[in-house]
Nanobody
Framework: DVQLVESGGGSVQAGGSLRLSCAFR???????MGWFRQAPGKEREGVAA???????DYAGSVAGRFTVSKDNAKNALLLQMDNLRPEDSAIYYC?????????????????WGPGTQVTVS
């Protein structure tokens, strides 16, 4: 039973934009959720996280370029990515955690989607 499913990845030129979406089950509405990414040969890293009524956290490398939001009415976690750079290329994953604060710490997240590829050239 797939509980988290990402979509919206693709190929874009540097400076362009993409919007990722993660469909989640209704019981994740109260969960803190995050976006992570993993490039070939690198560790999976936190990108952005959101909890509750909109508390957010961002990695320094994406702050000011990426925006995370959560639409509980549509059961969707979103990541708006602007001014993309080649170093943003990676597989992007959404994840959910039973915590009460936004965190980019991977070990806190127990539920993961299969990922979606983002390529910036």
């Amino acid at each position: 039973d797939v509980q988290l499913v990402e979509s919206g990845g693709g190929s874009v030129q540097a400076g362009g934009s993409l919007r990722l979406s993660c469909a989640f089950r209704v019981y994740y509405r109260s969960s803190c959720m995050g976006w992570f990414r993993q490039a070939p040969g690198k560790e999976r890293e936190g990108v952005a996280a959101i909890c509750g009524s909109g508390y957010t956290d961002y990695a320094g490398s994406v702050a000011g370029r990426f925006t995370v939001s959560k639409d509980n009415a549509k059961n969707a976690l979103l990541l708006q990515m602007d001014n993309l750079r080649p170093e943003d290329s990676a597989i992007y994953y959404c994840a959910a955690a039973r915590i009460g604060f936004p965190s980019l710490a991977r070990y806190l997240y127990a539920y993961w989607g299969p990922g979606t590829q983002v390529t910036v050239s």
